[in-house]
């Protein structure tokens, strides 16, 4: 199997920065194109409470994560990113239409993305012991 499409779902943590550095060694055997996506999810019923301002710093911060991340995948593999909003699992099927395979961390989103998806998800547990991603 040749993927020419790697998608990684980032959120920014432990695991998603482990599912990264999966995707880019394969997308690097495969010479495949990687792309980043996070997903804001919803706010709370209650975020009308909260002051606006506020409210704008989750997106600007998953945003800068992606970018981040995105800056550390060689620049052979294309790297991009994406920032959706929705439920995490169902955008993140519908985002992975476009590609190959999709990376990600384990989790509740991953479980529900495994059941919807219609193409390989590779779910990265975090190991015990050191951590491989470094």
């Known amino acids: 199997m040749r993927y020419r499409s790697v998608m990684v779902a980032f959120d920014g943590s432990a695991e998603a920065e ?19 996506v996070g997903v804001l999810a919803p706010p709370p019923l209650l975020a009308w409470q909260t002051p606006v301002g506020s409210r704008a710093l989750p ?5 800068e994560r992606l970018q981040v991340a995105a800056n550390d995948v060689p620049d052979h593999l294309r790297p991009t990113t994406t920032l959706l909003e929705g439920d995490p699992a ?17 989790g509740k989103v991953a479980d529900d993305v ?4 219609d193409l390989p998800v590779i779910v990265v547990h975090r190991p015990d012991g050191p951590d491989l991603a470094a």
């Open 90 to 106: 169902r955008e993140l099927v519908h985002a992975a239409r476009e590609h190959d395979v999709l990376f990600m961390g384990a």
């Open 114 to 117: 495994v059941r919807e998806a």
């Open 18 to 36: 482990l599912a990264l550095a999966h995707a880019c060694a394969i997308a690097q055997a495969c010479l495949a194109r990687v792309t980043l």
């Open 59 to 63: 997106r600007a911060d998953l945003q």
